[in-house]
């Protein structure tokens, strides 16, 4: 009983200690949500942590966006080789599936434009290249050419011949001349007549077309992809890296997802981390209360 006596102060104050420290560790944590005595909140609800889990996922977005991972860090992790690479074989890839695809233009087409829109860009083509090919024909100066090319075929054909006595430039440009004006006159009056079908008979060609067979006729090589991956890597994303990274907020994104984590993946989630501490403070408690017991034995026996 005396032994009892002795030690039952020690074992008190190791089990006080152990069960503050236990309940103020659960208080960091639990309870996870307020608990409500009618309208009031009871104190010390919900624990610390979810209670500042705002404030918490600002401090910890501040310190990982601007200490731990800087817009600089990141720029320079950027690895441009492995990003080209990337991006050729992606590409690459991507374009082996288009050359066996039986899918036709059109129908590619309508995937992502509506039926009215996808009408209305036909016809608008149609109408540009029309009018394109009658500018270029009428500005060839077809009276011109009639001229100089028609005065060379004739005196290649008469040459060495009696005509070529009686025929000579002025005569030849006099019958060529009203000729060349005759057909540039009637490309001005007739050419989009004419050339439309055409155009439209091209279109429509295309349009029925696979977009496999239209691909198969392009010669694109995996390494000719590489190189014009490069290219476009160089002039357009490489000096635009740093406008890119300033865009990605890695403080908001970190802070957002820790206030969109529920409470108990929060805890789970330090737990994880910290758990051996956080079971060594509990057991530093009892350790203290322990030694506190002890020490109080000592000053009674004094």
Not at 143 to 153: K, N, P, Q, V
Not at 204 to 228: C, W
Request: hydrophobic content about 45%; overall charge negative; glycine content about 8%.
């Amino acid at each position: 009983m005396e032994i009892f006596k002795l030690i039952a102060g020690p074992l008190v104050g190791a089990l006080i200690g152990y069960f503050t420290n236990f309940i103020a560790v659960k208080m960091l944590f639990r309870p996870h949500h307020p608990v409500m005595l009618g309208s009031r909140r009871l104190p010390f609800t919900p624990g610390l942590i979810p209670k500042r889990k705002d404030e918490l996922a600002g401090a910890i977005g501040s310190a990982v966006g601007t200490t731990l991972l800087t817009k600089d860090d990141l720029a320079e992790a950027l690895p441009a080789d492995s990003i080209k690479q990337t991006m050729s074989n992606a590409l690459w890839n991507q374009f082996c599936e288009v050359k066996e695809s039986v899918l036709s233009v059109g129908q590619a087409a309508t995937a992502f434009l509506s039926e009215t829109q996808y009408e209305n860009m036909c016809n608008q083509l149609e109408d540009t290249l029309t009018e394109r090919a009658v500018e270029a024909l009428c500005q060839m100066n077809i009276s011109e050419i009639i001229i100089t090319e028609g005065t060379r075929a004739i005196k290649e054909k008469v040459q060495g011949t009696l005509l070529a006595m009686m025929v000579n430039d002025q005569l030849i440009q006099s019958i060529a001349g009203p000729i060349g004006d005759e057909i540039q006159d009637y490309i001005e009056r007739n050419g989009e007549t004419k050339i439309r079908p055409i155009i439209a008979g091209e279109l429509m060609r295309l349009e029925t077309g696979t977009i496999g067979s239209l691909a198969r006729q392009l010669p694109l090589e995996q390494e000719q992809m590489a190189q014009l991956v490069d290219v476009f890597y160089n002039k357009c994303v490489a000096g635009s890296i740093e406008k890119i990274v300033e865009e990605i907020d890695v403080a908001g994104i970190i802070e957002e997802k820790i206030k969109d984590m529920k409470v108990e993946k929060l805890e789970e989630l330090i737990l994880s981390v910290m758990k051996k501490e956080l079971n060594a403070i509990v057991n530093l408690g009892a350790l203290i209360g322990l030694v506190i017991g002890f020490l109080n034995l000592l000053i009674s026996f004094l």
